[in-house]
């Protein structure tokens, strides 16, 4: 018998109110279609006590991205898994090719687009996962064919401790 504290933190009564590991298979998980971009929800904060989201987003080619913005609350990542994103951080550009991981802490100005003839897939992260829900509202904004219009998104990115970035500072 050691004197030294042990290293493991559960005990047998905790895992029986561990959260279930959670797995998302290929072609699973909730879809939200934004004009031109599929995006598939592989974790929403549910499964991670909210301090984690993930999507997995598909941008046709020539997919304009969202307004330049910040986030108050949040960082963002962003992995890209095929094609070629644009992001534009502030006044620069840069070009994010396969294999290239984009974080963006918050109060940093930045946009994205994919400006190719194919389509791009990159997967994003959101800590803490607030921002699955602007993604939801931004559907719901959009339902039954509604045009989204820039006051409506910045209402929308406003519920999210987000605003639009028109000064780029």
Same mark, same amino acid.
């Given at each position: 018998?050691?004197? $030294?504290?042990?290293?493991?933190?559960?005990?047998?009564?905790?895992?029986?109110?561990?959260?279930?590991?959670?797995?998302?298979?290929p072609g699973e998980g909730e879809t939200i279609l934004l004009g031109t971009t599929r995006m598939r929800v592989l974790e929403?904060?549910?499964?991670?006590?909210?301090?984690?989201?993930?999507? $997995?987003?598909?941008?046709?080619?020539?997919?304009?991205?969202?307004?330049?913005?910040?986030?108050?609350?949040?960082? $963002?990542?962003?992995?890209?898994?095929?094609?070629?994103?644009?992001?534009?951080?502030?006044? $620069?550009?840069?070009?994010?090719?396969?294999?290239?991981?984009?974080?963006?802490?918050?109060?940093?100005?930045?946009?994205?687009?994919?400006?190719?003839?194919?389509?791009?897939?990159?997967?994003?992260?959101?800590?803490?996962?607030?921002?699955?829900?602007?993604?939801?509202?931004?559907?719901?904004?959009?339902?039954?064919?509604?045009?989204?219009?820039?006051?409506?998104?910045?209402?929308?990115?406003?519920?999210?401790?987000?605003?639009?970035?028109?000064?780029?500072?």
């Amino acid at each position: 018998m050691t004197d $030294e504290p042990s290293t493991d933190d559960t005990t047998p009564d905790d895992t029986a109110t561990a959260p279930a590991v959670s797995v998302v298979g290929p072609g699973e998980g909730e879809t939200i279609l934004l004009g031109t971009t599929r995006m598939r929800v592989l974790e929403d904060g549910s499964h991670t006590g909210h301090r984690l989201g993930i999507t $997995e987003s598909v941008l046709a080619p020539h997919t304009a991205g969202p307004p330049q913005h910040r986030h108050a609350r949040h960082d $963002e990542g962003f992995y890209i898994i095929s094609g070629t994103v644009r992001f534009t951080v502030g006044d $620069e550009d840069h070009d994010a090719t396969a294999g290239t991981l984009v974080m963006v802490p918050p109060g940093v100005p930045h946009t994205f687009a994919n400006l190719a003839d194919q389509p791009a897939v990159m997967l994003s992260t959101f800590t803490p996962d607030l921002y699955v829900q602007y993604f939801r509202d931004l559907r719901d904004t959009m339902a039954d064919g509604r045009v989204l219009t820039p006051q409506a998104n910045v209402r929308v990115m406003s519920r999210y401790a987000t605003k639009p970035a028109v000064d780029h500072t």
